[in-house]
């Protein structure tokens, strides 16, 4: 009976012990989420035409600014995350928000079908939304882009209660809330990753990445997620070395016996 108390009690605070880590960004209308993980390539340090790896207007206007990397944050394999957003972001000509624009979930009318860039996939989903990508630490500008999700009402919409991501594919995050108020559970992929968060954009919102230059405005994001706290792994490896002592014991008291 002690044999089976320690293993019980190992196993539930292995599963049950996790600590909640929250971090809060501002999630810039110019930070293009295509960018992310992109070390090979650098802004240009001028305002307008000739587009680059991402399109730009064929004219130049004072409001008008550089894009931006998208934000970091650390992920680990399957960890759960949640956000809370707010804020306005501005997609057209001269300054908007906070009078105008768009919040974190973006247009709730207007549908932006962007495609893939590098290694990353396409967005297709409420335009001018909250959105983030999963990446390993590498570079996925050759990597070839998987499917491209589609928040769209007669797809996964955005009243989804959780998802489950794969590496390298845009997901909306809007204000990390269902409609009904629900907060939405997010799940990183396998393996080591990275969370980048931004905004898909691009002329129209279809077509290629690009036409960043005229945002303005940012979301303030809290982003929480729940990892391990230090002692889970201590019980966890205690939990084995008991599992280990106990298949001992029944192996001696077998041999005692015969």
């Known amino acids: ?3 089976i108390f320690i293993l019980a009690a190992s196993s539930f605070w292995a599963a049950n012990a996790f600590a909640t880590v929250t971090v809060v960004l501002a999630v810039d209308g110019t930070d293009a989420i295509q960018l992310a993980g992109r070390s090979d390539l650098s802004i240009p340090n001028y305002v307008g035409p000739p587009s680059w790896a991402l399109t730009r207007h064929s004219y130049v206007l004072p409001t008008f600014r550089l894009e931006t990397y998208p934000d970091l944050v650390a992920a680990g394999a399957r960890e759960l995350f949640t956000f809370e957003a707010t804020g306005c972001v501005h997609f057209v000509n001269g300054d908007g928000c906070p009078d105008k624009g768009y919040g974190p979930d973006g247009s709730g009318t207007e549908i932006a079908d962007i495609d893939s860039f590098g290694g990353v996939s396409g967005y297709v989903g409420p335009a001018g939304s909250l959105v983030g ?3 390993m630490p590498l570079n ?3 990597d070839t882009p998987p499917s491209t999700l589609a928040f769209t009402p007669s797809e996964l919409g955005t009243d989804f209660l959780e998802l489950h991501l794969d590496l390298r594919q845009i997901f909306f995050i809007g204000d990390g809330r269902t409609s009904s108020g629900v907060v939405q559970r997010f799940y990183a992929p396998s393996g080591p990753s990275q969370l980048w968060l931004g905004v898909a954009d691009a002329f129209g919102f279809l077509g290629a990445p690009g036409a960043f230059e005229d945002n303005d405005g940012s979301y303030v994001v809290s982003v ?4 391990p706290e230090s002692g889970t792994l201590s ?4 939990g084995m070395i008991t599992v280990c002592l106990a298949r001992y014991c029944r192996l001696m008291e077998w041999r005692v016996r015969s």
């Open 1 to 3: 009976m002690l044999r």
């Open 133 to 135: 990508v999963f990446l």
């Open 140 to 142: 996925p500008a050759l």
């Open 224 to 227: 929480t997620n729940s990892v």
């Open 235 to 238: 019980f966890v490896f205690f």
